[in-house]
């Protein structure tokens, strides 16, 4: 509880580095806002052709809310898998600030999910235009759409915690997280709803991110409340990758300096 007070006393730092990232993000690049949308779109199109593919095998058309539910978990997922990306390299990017000043050092993982956050936030907004161009209008199950992102952010925080620190210590980290995050597409629910595995159906909901896809695309494209069970073992697991990883964080912080 300690460290969470020294947290919430350097709230204001929170919020400057956040803001930070995100204008360098794109201050220095070419396509600017674009960037935010780039890798949403490219899953997009990707869950498109196994959508198209998969019709053409069974015989049945793909409708709007096959696409619908496409862009929805693609712009859900681009944000985590940023958010793990850029947590992954927090500590290591900010190396002159985490051996010269004395603060909370978490506040890095945490400005790099919040400002890709922002990112998401960018997306959404033009998945929600296409969505009405499509036909599909979102209910008032939408809102949903928030608590389920609260707790994707718990989850996303707590991995970076978690991997931030041990990227200071182990360099190949980051590398193995992004073999990580370019396979794990192929055992999430992104491209597909669980529905089409069948008898894995079950055993692909135990990634918890999962549950939450499922969930965000129910309640957005089909009108329906989340379910419960899966909801609540995601959230548990949110709980618990947060106080594993803002552990480990910081029973390792006191070393940071001379690893870096």
């Given at each position: ?8 006393g350097s709230?204001?730092l929170?919020?400057?580095?956040t ?5 360098v993000?794109y201050?220095q690049s070419?396509m600017?806002?674009?960037w935010?949308?780039l890798?949403?779109?490219l ?15 069974s015989?049945?058309e793909v409708t ?8 929805i978990?693609?712009?859900?997922w681009a944000f985590?898998i940023s958010a793990i990306r850029?947590?992954?390299n927090?500590?290591l990017a ?10 909370p050092k978490?506040?890095f993982?945490?400005?790099a999910v919040?400002s890709?956050?922002f ?13 009405l161009i499509i036909g599909?209008t979102?209910?008032i199950q939408?809102l949903?759409m928030?608590p ?7 989850q996303?925080i ?10 200071l ?6 590398y ?8 794990a597409?192929?055992?999430t629910?992104?491209l ?20 939450l ?12 409340t989340?379910?419960p069970f899966?909801?609540?073992?995601s959230?548990?697991?949110a709980?618990?990758?947060?106080f594993?990883g803002?552990?480990?964080f910081?029973?390792l912080e006191?070393?940071f300096?001379?690893?870096?």
């Amino acid at each position: 509880m300690e460290n969470i007070k020294k947290l919430y006393g350097s709230r204001e730092l929170l919020y400057l580095l956040t803001w930070r990232d995100i204008r360098v993000r794109y201050k220095q690049s070419a396509m600017g806002l674009l960037w935010a949308l780039l890798m949403p779109l490219l899953i997009v199109g990707a869950g498109a052709l196994v959508r198209i593919a998969a019709a053409k095998w069974s015989n049945t058309e793909v409708t709007p809310e096959d696409m619908a539910s496409v862009m929805i978990r693609a712009v859900v997922w681009a944000f985590f898998i940023s958010a793990i990306r850029f947590g992954t390299n927090s500590l290591l990017a900010n190396s002159t600030l985490v051996t010269k000043i004395a603060f909370p050092k978490e506040v890095f993982p945490i400005a790099a999910v919040l400002s890709s956050l922002f990112d998401f936030a960018v997306a959404a907004a033009v998945i929600v235009i296409a969505l009405l161009i499509i036909g599909v209008t979102p209910s008032i199950q939408a809102l949903w759409m928030i608590p389920l992102l609260l707790v994707m952010s718990m989850q996303a925080i707590g991995l970076t915690l978690l991997l931030s620190a041990s990227n200071l210590f182990y360099r190949d980290i980051k590398y193995l997280v992004e073999v990580f995050l370019t396979y794990a597409i192929f055992f999430t629910p992104v491209l597909y709803p669980v529905s089409m595995m069948g008898d894995w159906k079950n055993i692909i909901l135990l990634n918890p991110i999962a549950p939450l896809l499922e969930a965000m695309s129910d309640c957005v494209v089909y009108d329906a409340t989340p379910d419960p069970f899966w909801t609540l073992y995601s959230t548990v697991a949110a709980c618990l990758f947060f106080f594993v990883g803002y552990s480990i964080f910081k029973k390792l912080e006191a070393d940071f300096a001379e690893s870096i």
